[in-house]
Nanobody
């Protein structure tokens, strides 16, 4: 059974940074693509970034490209999302998800999800 646990959320001011982690169990990272998604109150869940199992290729949404960096540590079976220069509009619950051969930002492609971690960017 695939399980994902997010951590690292919190309250920060605009311009600050946070690093989210997604601990994956039940499957090796070289077998699944991992995506990060977020959902603000009243909004649909949107894709933020993903990293491919095959070669570690990465992809970002336009709203975070240049500010967020996704990476993985196969030895620890974790995927991280470094978020720099955070903005109030980044406020949301952030989720990581796993899927096989999906590599995209459509949440419908992913099979297994974590419970989420809250990120709040405010003065």
């Amino acid at each position: 059974q695939v399980q994902l646990v997010e951590s690292g959320g919190g309250l920060v001011q605009p311009g600050e940074s946070l690093r989210l982690s997604c601990a994956v169990s039940g499957v090796n990272l070289d077998s699944v693509d991992i995506g990060w998604f977020r959902q603000a109150p009243g909004a649909e869940r949107e894709g933020v970034s993903c990293i491919a199992s095959l070669d570690g290729s990465t992809y970002y949404s336009d709203s975070v490209r240049g500010r967020f960096t996704i990476s993985r540590d196969n030895a620890k079976n974790t995927v991280s999302l470094q978020m720099d220069n955070l903005k109030p509009e980044d406020t949301a619950v952030y989720y990581c998800a796993a899927g096989r051969r999906v590599f995209g930002l459509d949440p419908r492609l992913y099979d297994d999800w974590g419970q989420g971690t809250q990120v709040t960017v405010s003065l």
